[in-house]
């Protein structure tokens, strides 16, 4: 099991998912990361440039969390981008 930490912008993020009514598909997915950062499915996406760093799509938003394995604990970055 991880720990989940959320940076200031994810914490206001969540606000914004909670108003979309998203909230039941973004609980599903931080507890997914949670037990496994790396599960798949559902798809998990690796970013580039990031160290440790994945996405995963909440509809059309995408939760993007960086791991710390040593430490075990995930920081989630962002709940509320955009794909455009």
């Not at 930490?5 to 994810?10: I, K, L, N, P, V």
């Not at 909230?23 to 507890?31: D, Q, V």
Request: with cysteine.
């Amino acid at each position: 099991m991880y720990r989940l930490e959320f940076t200031r912008q994810a914490q206001k993020d969540a606000l914004l998912i909670e108003l979309a009514g998203l909230k039941p598909r973004a609980l599903e997915l931080l507890n997914i990361i949670k037990s496994n950062p790396y599960q798949n499915p559902p798809h998990c996406e690796k970013l580039q440039g990031l160290p440790d760093t994945y996405s995963r799509r909440n509809i059309q938003h995408r939760l993007v969390y960086r791991v710390f394995a040593s430490e075990g604990i995930v920081r989630v970055i962002r709940m509320w981008t955009h794909y455009e």
